[in-house]
């Protein structure tokens, strides 16, 4: 029978302490030195099988550092935020999503520790009281978080695996007829009118509007130039930025009926020069989403449109309209939504197809307003 005793192993080694228990010991991948393993064993084969695991581990390069995994979650949200390249109000809303719902469930743990059940349950508890885009948000930042830490082989797996909790259904917003939308536009202030009507009639956000300066709109041919979108910060901070891609800046077309609305409000109400916003607050100060929401449900209800109907649904109601006749590729340059380079967009300007929508959309205004005004 062959003699064992003396024969060196070639990876680690395992040894009996004190207290009875085994100890697996093995020399760390990054740096040569031998390291005790985490946890001990109650018999000495537990402690071999468990040096084998690490052994096959280490060459199939899946070994993970235990230490690494004991960084807590917050820290590294911290630092996985401030290496992000993000606009100053995506920055904002990110911080907030994370502050709220991420760091008092999961701050102080130890990415290492976070399991996909804790995951689970944290989404349910937060399902009770926060609206699920809010959730939906929080999950997919804390996603992308640990999908990180798997990148910088802090954690083997993200545990971030609830199937679903990426995504949720938007319900269908209410879109306004023509009528409907000329009842709120009159029903405003004077100097708020063009603004619903343009939402409505050329797709425009709150944000695009309201950065729109004199040199923006276009009399002579009937069109808007979109260069830039208002931003509000939770300070109350306003700030131009630049549209997220190429698509973004874009001329789009509005039906020539509203022409002596664009000229009269411009002589009533717009900024002076040529870089004066079109949009002001009542006072003369930049126009604020915050202030505008009391007078657009006061319009609303004076309207005697009953259904919830946000500002924004005026942009759902302006592509709904547009969509007769118009195709995908026309849909997307008018709204923004596609992803070629600026020049390309150019190919549309308003003597084009987005002219056509333009007028078309103008058509349905007639025959509204024909009807309304006979």
């Known amino acids: 029978m062959p003699n064992n005793q003396g024969r060196r192993r070639r990876f680690g080694s395992v040894r009996q302490l004190k207290s009875g228990r085994w100890q697996v010991r093995y020399p760390d991948p990054s740096t040569g030195q031998l390291r005790s393993a985490e946890e001990t064993y109650a018999a000495k084969r537990?402690?071999?099988?468990?040096?084998?695991?690490?052994?096959?581990?280490i060459s199939r390069g899946q070994w993970a550092d235990p230490e690494a995994g004991k960084v807590f979650f917050g820290e590294y949200a911290a630092a996985w935020l401030?290496?992000?390249?993000?606009?100053?109000?995506?920055?904002?809303?990110?911080?907030?999503v994370i502050r709220l719902h991420l760091l008092p469930t999961f701050g102080a743990r130890p990415?290492?520790?976070?399991?996909?059940?804790?995951?689970?349950?944290?989404?349910?508890?937060?399902?009770?009281?926060?609206?699920?885009?809010?959730?939906?948000k929080a999950y997919q930042i804390m996603r992308a978080i640990l999908n990180t830490a798997v990148d910088d082989e802090l954690i083997r797996r993200n545990p971030c695996r609830v199937k679903g909790a990426d995504r949720y259904d938007v319900p269908e917003r209410p879109v306004l007829t023509v009528a409907e939308v000329y009842a709120v536009a009159d029903a405003m202030a004077p100097r708020y009118r063009l603004l619903v009507l343009l939402a409505a009639f050329t797709g425009l956000r709150f944000g695009e509007l309201a950065s729109l300066r004199r040199r923006d709109v276009d009399t002579e041919n009937g069109a808007l130039m979109v260069q830039r979108s208002q931003a509000e910060m939770q300070t109350g901070a306003l700030f131009d930025k630049a549209p997220k891609s190429d698509a973004g800046v874009r001329p789009v077309a509005f039906p020539?009926?509203?022409?002596?609305?664009?000229?009269?409000?411009l002589d009533a109400y717009a900024g002076t020069g040529r870089d004066g916003h079109v949009f002001l607050g009542p006072q003369g100060g930049r126009l604020?989403?915050?202030?505008?929401?009391?007078?657009?449900?006061?319009?609303?209800?004076?309207?005697?449109?009953?259904?919830?109907?946000?500002?924004?649904?005026?942009?759902?109601?302006g592509n709904t309209l547009a969509a007769s006749g118009a195709s995908l590729r026309e849909l997307m340059t008018r709204m923004g939504h596609s992803t070629p380079r600026a020049a390309l967009i150019y190919q549309h300007m308003v003597?084009?197809?987005?002219?056509?929508?333009?007028?078309?959309?103008?058509?349905?205004?007639?025959?509204?307003?024909?009807?309304?005004?006979?």
Do not use: Y
């Open 82 to 96: 401030k290496d992000r390249k993000l606009a100053a109000r995506s920055r904002e809303r990110n911080e907030s």
């Open 111 to 136: 990415l290492s520790s976070i399991t996909t059940a804790q995951v689970r349950a944290w989404r349910t508890e937060c399902l009770t009281r926060t609206g699920e885009p809010t959730v939906v």
């Open 256 to 265: 020539t009926e509203l022409l002596p609305d664009m000229k009269g409000h």
């Open 46 to 57: 537990a402690a071999e099988v468990a040096l084998t695991h690490i052994e096959a581990d």
């Open 351 to 374: 003597n084009g197809r987005d002219r056509e929508i333009a007028d078309r959309l103008g058509s349905m205004i007639r025959e509204t307003r024909g009807d309304v005004d006979s």
């Open 288 to 317: 604020r989403r915050s202030n505008f929401r009391d007078d657009w449900i006061k319009a609303r209800k004076n309207a005697g449109v009953t259904a919830d109907v946000h500002f924004h649904d005026l942009r759902h109601t």
